[in-house]
């Protein structure tokens, strides 16, 4: 399970990555880019949730 939080986590990172690369070259952000990080970041806390009880 700490594999697939590992994976979750750089998928943020990279994602996160990608929108300051953009915000840096003078683009605005979509709106739907923000649904990404949030959903990204539910999908980590619930994989982090579902460790923590299993263990």
């Given at each position: 399970?700490?594999?697939?939080?590992g994976?979750?986590?750089?998928?943020?990172?990279?994602y996160?990555?990608?929108?300051?690369?953009?915000?840096?070259?003078?683009r605005?952000?979509?709106?739907?880019?923000?649904?990404?990080?949030?959903g990204?970041?539910?999908?980590?806390?619930?994989?982090?949730l579902?460790?923590?009880?299993?263990?």
């Amino acid at each position: 399970m700490p594999f697939v939080l590992g994976i979750v986590g750089l998928l943020l990172l990279a994602y996160a990555a990608g929108l300051l690369w953009m915000v840096r070259r003078g683009r605005k952000i979509p709106p739907a880019a923000y649904l990404g990080v949030v959903g990204l970041n539910g999908v980590l806390i619930a994989a982090l949730l579902a460790w923590a009880v299993a263990r």
